[in-house]
C-alpha cells in the first residue's frame, strides 16, 4: 500500500499484513516437526553397514585366535562338509550366546546371536518384538516367509549373501544371523 503525504511529498509504503491463515500454520506446525524428528529415525533406519557385521569384537576380519581371545574356549564345536569345496570344512564353535561359523577357512564367516544378552551393533536382541527391529532397521531388504525371518542386505558391498537376517518366533526375535551365506 502506498500513501501520499502531501504536494511534492516523497511516497511512503506502508506495509499492511494480513491475518495469519490458521492451515498454513498447522502445515508449518507438522513440517517442522517432521524436519526435527527425522534426523534421529534415519539414523536408526540408516543402510546396513560395514559396523553392523560386528558383535561382540567379532567380524569376518577376525580369525580363530582373535575369538579364542576374546570368548575363550568354546562350549563345543561340531563340522560338517562344505557343499562346494570337496576338501573344506564347515565348523562352528558353539557359546552360550554364539554360535560363530567358519566357512572353510580360519576367518569368521558368520555369527549367529542366539541368547538375549548379546545384541547387535544397533541394540537389537534376542527375545525383542518386530516393531523394534523395525525401529532399529526399517523396512528388511526382503523376507524369507519359509523361514518366517526378515533380511537386511550389506548396502556397502551391494551383496546378495552378505546380509543380516533377523528369525521370529511368535513375533519376538529367536536368533540373528550376521555375515556371509553360502549360495
Known amino acids: 500500500c502506498v500513501r501520499t503525504l502531501g504536494r511534492g511529498a516523497a511516497p511512503q509504503l506502508i506495509s499492511v499484513r494480513q491475518p495469519a491463515d490458521p492451515m498454513r500454520i498447522v502445515q ?14 534415519l539414523l536408526s533406519q540408516a543402510p546396513v553397514r560395514a559396523p553392523d557385521f560386528v558383535v561382540g569384537g567379532i567380524s569376518s576380519t577376525v580369525d ?3 575369538v579364542r581371545r576374546l570368548l575363550g574356549a568354546p562350549d563345543s564345536v561340531t563340522a560338517g562338509d562344505h ?14 550366546e ?6 572353510g577357512g580360519e576367518r569368521v564367516g558368520a555369527v549367529w546371536i542366539l541368547g538375549s544378552r ?3 551393533h544397533r541394540g537389537l536382541r534376542v527375545g525383542d518384538s518386530r516393531s ?4 532399529l532397521y526399517g523396512a528388511p531388504t526382503s523376507v524369507d516367509s519359509a523361514s518366517n525371518a526378515w ?7 551391494d551383496s546378495e549373501t552378505h546380509l543380516i537376517k533377523v528369525f521370529f518366533g511368535a513375533d519376538r526375535v529367536r536368533s540373528i544371523f550376521i555375515g556371509w551365506v553360502l549360495d
Do not use: C, M
Open 28 to 41: 508449518i506446525a507438522l513440517l517442522t516437526a517432521a524436519v526435527s524428528a527425522a534426523p534421529s529415525r
Open 132 to 135: 523394534r527391529v523395525r525401529a
Open 64 to 66: 580363530s585366535a582373535q
Open 118 to 120: 548379546a545384541a547387535t
Open 98 to 103: 554364539f554360535r560363530i561359523l567358519y566357512n
Open 83 to 96: 557343499p562346494y569345496d570337496a576338501t573344506g570344512k564347515l565348523i562352528d564353535w558353539w557359546y552360550p
Open 151 to 157: 533380511v537386511y542386505r550389506d548396502t556397502e558391498r
